[in-house]
């Protein structure tokens, strides 16, 4: 039989993002009084019996037709969602044998795990850290402990209120008051941005071209100008049966026919079996992990000035090896950078700026004369393709942002080449399997990017996967702060990457190009990791255990 | 021979800790074996800067500590201290003949322990032979460089003299070498036709084109089978003729095979540590090199590229070049 999750046992956000429907959001990060577990129990009781969104499908058009045993939920003004650091879980009382069976770098906490990523909480070659304090309070003060994440995710077109900002206010104050009725619950302060008791998140916004000038709509790019949110896994049960077959091309993973399927959905959530065909490490009882999952929590500041000046510069002098001219230079760095045009058409499909060009011409011409067909097949292009056609890296660099995220097939071992470098056998995904992680989040700061370093911006991710060491911190560590894998020594990524005083960056060309390779010299600082921390999202279940103080690991 | 290969010797040598306490604490007493791993657990490693080099001077000027940096000749080298032997459970017994013949499973078998704690020490050092005196050569030049070092750890050792402490260093590690049996070499050169070993070449040395008339002595035990056959002996003496000489053969083969196994590789083209360390700082300056001169006309990289040979001087290992024991991730 194939598998049927329990939708609404698993909480929203994690199957599918919430994405430009929910638009607007704050995270705030609460502490909760040991000595007053009871009430702490109460609150959780109320959130979850009330509150909180799960992954059910909502009622709509799209749904009414399916059949009665698939649940139909009201779909929510607010979207809710909790999550809980590990000393969360001590401070709510769940048996220490339960607590045990949580993964080492879990237990740790993201904090102490900033060797690993490479991260700079206490401002390492700086005079003072540039962390927001919530996450360093904890350190010098037991009463700021991060235990419980709750986040809050407004709806575009709000039911019961007239903006999602109004709906966000009204859900936020609901949570304000309940931590001020219950002594148990109090929210931290320390976040970064105008207010200091949450974190505001919030899609970026650009002119509607459809609409009147001034008439803004919801964009999905971040402050550097990429649009974002491309290349989520799929897993089995993720997806209604009819959708399945176009949601996993490019998706899944790649089998040694070409053909795509869902990875295993052990990866992304607990008690199931994963692509080594194991359940993964997990507390017990199972009743208590499975349909939960780990989330890395990272708000990463963008220098968006850095990031342009240098593009800006750096571009001259490409454009002059290359015969391109600034606008052109400037754009084709950007991409040789993500591994994508700015606006997500990747490498891999339109390798030069005049091929990105005709591909947006067919792109418009397909939507102006509102063809169905030819625009279906050139959005897959946007998800469906591999780094075979690319060995040597001229089109999409191998250090690239989304060659090192997500290699696809290029890391397969069991592909051998003859003397002139062709392939003997098609590649597959394997190596990169157990290395997928869903991402959620929005940017934060203003909703158009600021000409600057200092101001508060950037975006917030959410790495949601069922091995946070497997999966994020090896992603992190091995493939966005180092190199080998990708033969490009301990070069790191040209965008989230450290760029030490020796930083650089190879843009490959083919050896029939008669062109050198072109390095990026010396990229200064683009991304950095300014807060952040592990959370364990539980099922519906084990949030019940939890909040009843029921957890029986016996 | 496994200790020498490849032109790098490696060194394995097992020496006995002291038993009884170190009373160089005076108000504490330790035991030797306490002692010997504080010494060790005391001593810098190499330095390594995950963050990369921050601050070049600082990179640049990173004083390096480690003691065995101060030895030209040594790659890795490793000290470490042998408790006793990791108990493995109880022997494998076949259930069936237990249960007829015992022994008892409910009975506890005897455990057995090494005899002392002992101090490993392996090396993998730049050598010209695989002989005794290189081996001599090699722990004296240690002492010279790490003398103080040494004597700290050698001083909890059985057998250790302090009023010979050179001497008695290098006693000790020639006493307590065990063969090598697997090196691992990380320069091994796979040029052209270097792997390759022919059953009917000469051994031993780098293996020469030259075919050496060895005459298996096997063909002899055929030649004497065949004689015995013409001379009119049949049945059962000319069957054990044939099959000594196809033991002889084998004998021989297996004789061959092994001294063939023995015979070291050839040193790999400059795989010796000053020319590994060269090679890392040129491969550092030559990256920098590269990308400053991008989009330069062929006078003006001609012109750079001069300087940056009389700069960085390739082809001298001894300077300038970069420090041993320091790297960057």
Not at chain 1, 343 to 351: C, E, K, Q, T
Not at chain 2, 102 to 130: C, I, K, Q, R
Request: charged share 20%.
């Amino acid at each position: 039989m194939p598998l049927k999750l329990d939708l609404s046992d698993i909480q929203g956000n994690i199957l599918i993002r919430y994405g430009l429907a929910f638009p607007k959001g704050r995270c705030v990060l609460l502490h909760v009084n040991r000595n007053q577990v009871a009430k702490a129990r109460a609150f959780l009781e109320e959130l979850r019996i009330e509150k909180i969104t799960t992954a059910a499908l909502w009622k709509s058009s799209k749904t009414e037709n399916l059949p009665e045993d698939i649940i139909k939920a009201y779909r929510p003004d607010v979207a809710i969602n909790v999550a809980f650091t590990f000393m969360g879980l001590v401070a709510m009382g769940v048996p220490v044998r339960t607590l045990r069976g949580f993964p080492d770098e879990f237990q740790q906490g993201m904090l102490d795990r900033a060797e690993i990523l490479r991260d700079d909480p206490y401002g390492l070659g700086r005079p003072e850290s540039r962390w927001d304090e919530i996450w360093l309070n904890e350190r010098n003060d037991p009463k700021a402990e991060i235990h419980i994440l709750v986040t809050l995710y407004a709806s575009k077109e709000p039911v019961h209120f007239d903006s999602p900002e109004a709906a966000l206010e009204d859900a936020f104050q609901w949570l304000s008051k309940r931590c001020t009725e219950n002594e148990a619950i109090s929210i931290l302060a320390g976040h970064g941005g105008a207010n200091p008791l949450y974190q505001e998140i919030g899609a970026l916004q650009e002119q509607d071209p459809d609409a009147p000038q001034g008439h803004l709509r919801y964009s999905g790019t971040e402050h550097f100008g990429f649009a974002d949110g491309f290349g989520d896994p799929v897993f089995e049960g993720q997806y209604l049966d009819e959708d399945m077959p176009k949601q996993v091309v490019g998706q899944g993973k790649l089998k040694a026919d070409q053909t795509w399927v869902p990875l295993a959905t052990g990866e992304f959530l607990l008690g199931y079996p994963d692509e080594a065909q194991e359940v993964p490490d997990a507390p017990v009882p199972l009743d208590f992990s499975r349909n939960g999952t780990f989330m890395a929590y990272r708000k990463l500041h963008q220098n968006v000035k850095a990031f342009s000046d240098y593009i800006s510069s750096t571009a001259t002098r490409y454009g002059a090896s290359y015969d391109l001219d600034q606008e052109a230079a400037e754009e084709t760095l950007r991409a040789k950078m993500a591994g994508r045009w700015s606006d997500g058409v990747p490498l891999m499909v339109a390798p030069t700026y005049g091929e990105w060009q005709a591909f947006r011409g067919r792109l418009a011409k397909a939507k102006i004369e509102n063809n169905e067909a030819e625009l279906n097949r050139l959005i897959q292009k946007l998800f469906d393709f591999t780094y075979a056609a690319d060995t040597d890296g001229s089109k999409c660099p191998f250090a690239s942002h989304i060659r090192r995220a997500n290699p696809r097939d290029m890391l397969d071992p069991t592909v051998t080449a003859n003397a002139t470098g062709e392939r003997l056998a098609k590649a597959t995904s394997v190596l990169n399997n157990r290395r997928r992680l869903l991402r959620r989040g929005l940017p934060y700061g203003g909703t158009t990017p600021i000409d600057s370093d200092e101001v508060d911006q950037g975006v917030l991710l959410m790495f949601l996967c069922a091995n946070l060491f497997r999966q994020f911190e090896f992603i992190q560590q091995q493939w966005m702060q180092y190199g080998l894998d990708f033969n490009a020594g301990n070069d790191t990524c040209p965008i989230i990457g450290n760029h030490g005083p020796e930083a650089k960056f190879v843009i490959a060309t083919s050896a029939d190009s008669g062109k050198p390779p072109f390095i990026c010299d010396r990229p200064p600082q683009f991304v950095e990791t300014r807060g952040g921390a592990y959370f364990f999202i539980p099922s519906m279940t084990a949030l019940r255990l939890i909040a009843q103080g029921l957890t029986d690991p016996t | 021979m496994p200790n020498f290969d490849g032109g790098h010797y490696f060194l394995t040598a097992l020496v006995p800790v002291r038993k009884g306490k170190d009373l160089a604490g005076k108000d504490r007493i330790f035991s030797h074996v306490h002692a010997i791993k504080e010494v060790l657990a005391s001593l810098p490693t190499e330095n390594q800067n995950p963050y990369g080099p921050l601050d070049a001077n600082l990179a640049e000027g990173m004083l390096t500590t480690a003691p065995f940096s101060r030895d030209l000749r040594t790659h890795l080298a490793r000290m470490v201290v042998i408790d006793d032997v990791a108990y493995n459970g109880r022997q494998h017994q076949d259930a069936i003949r237990t249960a007829l013949r015992g022994p008892n499973p409910v009975l506890t078998e005897p455990v057995d322990h090494l005899p002392w704690t002992y101090l490993l020490f392996v090396s993998d050092f730049d050598a010209a032979d695989g002989s005794q005196a290189t081996l001599t050569t090699y722990l004296r030049g240690l002492w010279a460089v790490m003398g103080d070092e040494l004597g700290a750890i050698f001083e909890h050792c059985h057998g250790f003299d302090p009023a010979k402490p050179e001497a008695s260093f290098v006693t000790l590690i020639e006493k307590g070498q065990i063969e090598t049996t697997m090196s691992f070499n990380d320069y091994y050169w796979t040029g052209q036709g270097q792997g390759e070993r022919s059953l009917w070449q000469g051994a031993g040395g780098p293996v020469s084109r030259t075919r050496t008339a060895v005459l298996p002595p096997g063909l002899a035990f055929l030649a004497l089978g065949l004689l015995a056959f013409w001379s009119g002996l049949r049945g059962w003496l000319l069957l054990l003729a044939l099959l000594l000489a196809l033991a002889a053969a084998i004998y021989w083969l297996y004789r061959r095979v092994l001294s063939l196994g023995f015979a070291p590789f050839p040193t790999a083209p400059r795989s010796d540590l000053s020319s590994v360390l060269k090679a890392l700082y040129l491969q550092r300056r030559f990256i920098r090199f590269m990308v400053a001169q991008q989009g330069q006309s062929p006078e003006a990289l001609k012109a750079a590229f001069a300087d940056f040979l009389a700069e960085h001087r390739p082809h001298d290992p001894s300077a300038p070049t970069q420090k041993p024991a320091t790297y960057f991730s």
